[in-house]
């Protein structure tokens, strides 16, 4: 079997078939590739790409020497392996035969006539279709290396027949006109499907110098500017789930919807904890609440697209008006840690009025405006109810989210580094509020209720390597899934006056806030006295103001 691999040469057989019986023998010489083709071990993959690659080259070549012999203008034959019409151009073009149509096995090439005439010896080309060759030089010769595509391309295979176009060329290179290919497509071709132009490269296909004119359901119109062996590859453009990401990202929001919920009713219902943080908290979670419920029953209705273009453009401002809270969040935590007098101009109803509710829903609103204006058609994508990535339109989401993260950012840095430059003077009153644990627990979720660990998604890219950015798409889903659960935890089951009053609910009594809840007060004025026992009282200094301030804000 090897040596019948090694000198096995189709060229000398071809050439005694065509001095004898032309193209009839041609027309059905694939049984000869088959057999050995099947005769190939599973794995020499490179063996078989070399078999197909002579049996090709053979095959142009004893076709054009057979048409260049015959006097016929056009010859056209057709056979149960394989379909051939060759044409041969010996007076100059004329305008009406600016363009050769050329038709095997029910695929067509578009040739100029100049490039026959100019480019050809002898003024002969040929168009051959081969009916089984897709099945041995299939999609598993596929190198996305070798395919030059925008976006992740997944599920290749083969939806037409392979067909070849050559002519003795006098030059090298590129041609100086390109040449057009109709494939009809085997199946019909899906929405969520791309149709590529690939040719035979010797051992797998490229789509280098071809590009897709236009494709429907039934056919693709290629145009190429060599001349090789070509066929259409169809590959999915759906992305590719990952069934425990998915898991975790329906768990999660199912988990944090629940988690928003009881957190908006909180900051709305209970009155003794409502001030200017309880309502931008309260926003804040209606917002993600509203995005996350959208998310979850809406992005994959894709049809009709109407709908799906609504919905894409609501997630698009919902989400955009969560970042603009979380900003609104960022700048009064900052602000109020930074000058312990901020309570005296940024009051509760004067912040509102200022900057609350213009920024938190009036931005988004007109981003969103001028985003639908300019591109509307890039609301709704074939799989998915959210912003398409042609053209970058996606960035008039990530590049708010993107300014917004970088700003709070900043705003976690320097609060960090006001209370660590203080953090040697607290007080023990300070340390006898907040146990160090909780205290740390705080610190480190105000980074991802504040929206900074959406900033992990603009690292889900394939440069960064497959595994890299699994482990980052799994981090980013698990934590940003999670926020309305650290809002809940964090501003209401670790708030010693929220847990006051969720007693005093669930015990249907109506107490006054002991001592836990006027040691809480201290966090929102400079000085406060505390009655500890009804006779010891403490007083909260600037730097324990200002630590509390930040975890109960």
């Given amino acids: 079997m090897a040596k019948s691999l090694d000198h096995f040469d189709l060229s000398v057989?071809?050439?005694?078939?065509?001095?004898?019986?032309?193209?009839?023998?041609?027309?059905?010489?694939?049984?000869?590739?088959?057999?050995?083709?099947?005769?190939?071990?599973?794995?020499?993959?490179?063996?078989?790409?070399?078999?197909?690659?002579?049996?090709?080259?053979?095959?142009?070549?004893?076709?054009?020497?057979?048409a260049s012999r015959d006097g016929k203008v056009k010859q056209k034959l057709n056979g149960k392996f394989m379909a051939i019409e060759t044409l041969k151009v010996n007076k100059s073009c004329t305008p009406k035969k600016d363009i050769f149509t050329l038709n095997a096995?029910?695929?067509?090439?578009?040739?100029?006539?100049?490039?026959?005439?100019?480019?050809?010896?002898?003024?002969?080309?040929?168009?051959?279709?081969?009916?089984?060759i897709g099945s041995i030089i299939d999609e598993t010769f596929v190198s996305e290396e070798n395919l030059t595509t925008e976006g992740k391309l997944h599920n290749f295979y083969l939806n037409s027949k392979v067909v070849s176009g050559t002519m003795a060329s006098m030059k090298n290179g590129p041609l100086s006109k390109s040449i057009n290919f109709t494939f009809h497509h085997k199946q019909v071709k899906k929405e969520d499907e791309k149709a590529i132009c690939v040719y035979w490269h010797g051992s797998s296909w490229s789509n280098e110098g071809c590009e897709v004119i236009s494709s429907d359901e039934n056919q693709t119109l290629c145009s190429c500017n060599h001349l090789s062996s070509f066929a259409i590859l169809m590959a999915s453009i759906r992305l590719q789930e990952d069934f425990l990401l998915t898991v975790i990202t329906y768990v999660g929001l199912s988990l944090s919807l629940l988690c928003l919920l009881l957190a908006a009713l909180t900051f709305l219902l209970c009155r003794p904890i409502q001030n200017t943080s309880t309502s931008l908290h309260l926003q804040l979670s209606l917002c993600l609440f509203m995005a996350h419920l959208l998310f979850l029953t809406g992005i994959n209705r894709t049809k009709p697209a109407v709908l799906c273009s609504i919905i894409a453009g609501a997630l698009h401002y919902l989400y955009l008006a969560a970042f603009s809270w979380m900003l609104l969040e960022g700048l009064h935590l900052f602000l109020t840690v930074r000058n312990l007098q901020v309570a005296n101009y940024t009051s509760a109803s004067r912040f509102k009025k200022r900057f609350m509710?213009?920024?938190?829903?009036?931005?988004?609103?007109?981003?969103?405006?001028?985003s639908a204006i300019i591109g509307y058609k890039n609301y709704g994508t074939r799989t998915h109810c959210w912003l398409k990535l042609e053209k970058e339109f996606i960035w008039s989401f990530m590049g708010p989210v993107a300014v917004i993260i970088?700003?709070?950012?900043?705003?976690?840095?320097?609060?960090?580094?006001?209370l660590k430059r203080k953090l040697s003077s607290l007080n023990k009153e300070v340390s006898t509020i907040q146990d160090t644990r909780v205290m740390t627990f705080k610190a480190i979720a105000q980074l991802f209720i504040l929206g900074c660990s959406w900033g992990l998604g603009f690292f889900i890219v394939e440069k960064v390597g497959k595994t890299v950015g699994?482990?980052?798409?799994?981090?980013?889903?698990?934590?940003?899934?999670?926020?309305?659960?650290?809002?809940?935890?964090?501003?209401?089951?670790l708030n010693r006056q929220v847990r006051m009053e969720y007693k005093k609910w669930f015990s249907g009594k109506q107490k006054e806030i002991g001592t836990e809840s006027n040691e809480l007060s201290c966090s929102t004025t400079h000085t406060k006295m505390v009655r500890s026992n009804s006779t010891e009282l403490c007083t909260c200094g600037p730097t324990s103001s200002a630590a509390l301030s930040f975890l109960d804000l």
């Fill in 13 to 66: 057989i071809f050439s005694e078939m065509m001095l004898s019986t032309y193209f009839m023998e041609i027309r059905d010489s694939f049984p000869t590739l088959s057999n050995l083709t099947s005769q190939v071990t599973t794995g020499k993959q490179e063996e078989k790409a070399k078999l197909v690659t002579l049996y090709l080259k053979s095959v142009e070549e004893a076709v054009l020497a057979a």
């Fill in 105 to 132: 096995g029910n695929q067509t090439m578009d040739i100029h006539c100049t490039t026959i005439t100019e480019e050809s010896m002898g003024g002969v080309v040929a168009f051959i279709s081969y009916a089984s």
């Fill in 357 to 370: 509710y213009p920024l938190g829903y009036g931005i988004p609103a007109l981003i969103v405006a001028v």
């Fill in 406 to 418: 970088l700003i709070n950012l900043v705003f976690y840095v320097i609060i960090l580094w006001i």
């Fill in 470 to 493: 699994l482990v980052i798409a799994y981090a980013f889903t698990i934590i940003n899934v999670l926020q309305g659960v650290l809002i809940f935890v964090v501003h209401c089951l």
